[in-house]
């Protein structure tokens, strides 16, 4: 069996012959399997993922911590209940809340801001 330029060959049908394919190599990276970009894509997900870890998540703040936390922000003075409105204030921002479980999810969200530095005070 003969081969062909690049090593490759296929007999032919019936007839015993051998016909070479030529093999085609490419002269540059192909557009579409470009990956020269994943890593920065990949570095940038890895630093919102421990950006988001480092965030309280308020997801699991239940009726009964919430209300907890509220006593306590109460008694330290950072909640002031306004009986006749039956609302709420926050005091150190000024944000007025009918619900617990709203100011106690707001203010676990504003503590973190504060102590990123993202609120203007």
């Avoid at 049908?13 to 990956?35: E, F, N, Y």
């Avoid at 997900?45 to 309280?56: I, N, S, T, V």
Wanted: glycine share 8%; net charge negative; charged share 30%.
């Amino acid at each position: 069996m003969r081969l062909g330029v690049a090593g490759f060959s296929r007999p032919r049908k019936g007839a015993g012959q051998v016909v070479t394919c030529r093999l085609i190599r490419m002269s540059g990276p192909d557009i579409h399997d470009d990956t020269t970009d994943d890593h920065e894509r990949f570095e940038r997900e890895l630093l919102a993922q421990d950006r988001d870890g480092r965030r309280p998540s308020t997801a699991d703040l239940d009726d009964e911590t919430a209300q907890e936390l509220v006593r306590d922000l109460l008694d330290a003075g950072t909640v002031t209940p306004v009986v006749d409105e039956r609302v709420l204030v926050h005091e150190p921002s000024g944000a007025a809340f009918e619900s617990l479980w709203q100011l106690a999810v707001f203010h676990e969200g504003w503590t973190a801001a504060t102590d990123a530095g993202e609120t203007e005070s």
